[in-house]
Nanobody, 117 residues
């Protein structure tokens, strides 16, 4: 199973980015998918997750109302739309997929998001 994250970059505060995570090696449907991030000197933290059907979404308080997670099970891809970005959102963003026991067993390589003030 491979997860390939893309879409990161440099953006000014208040701007937007859309991250994508393409999954190969297994079908995306049936598993919860999530996004995490890790800023320099900090631990990795949860950002958002979407249920297998896409009907339920979950967000960290710090991104609620600004970020939107979605998925396309036909394209085997998960997205993270990030709006009103702030310098505190600067981090490496990772997509992750749940395994059969409900843990995040599969991880992408990460994509850098840098927000300038």
């Amino acid at each position: 199973v491979q997860l390939q994250a893309s879409g990161g970059g440099l953006v000014q505060a208040g701007g937007s980015l859309r991250l994508s995570c393409a999954v190969s090696g297994r079908t995306l449907s049936g598993y919860t998918m999530g996004w995490f991030r890790q800023a320099p000197g900090k631990e990795r933290e949860f950002v958002a997750a979407v249920s297998s059907s896409g009907a339920r979404t979950y967000y960290a308080d710090s991104v609620k109302g600004r970020f939107n997670i979605s998925r396309d099970n036909v394209k085997n891809t998960v997205y993270l739309q990030m709006n009103s970005l702030q310098p505190d959102d600067t981090a490496v963003y990772y997509c992750a997929g749940e395994g059969p026991l409900g843990n995040y067993d599969y991880w992408g390589q990460g994509t850098q998001v840098t927000v300038s003030s």
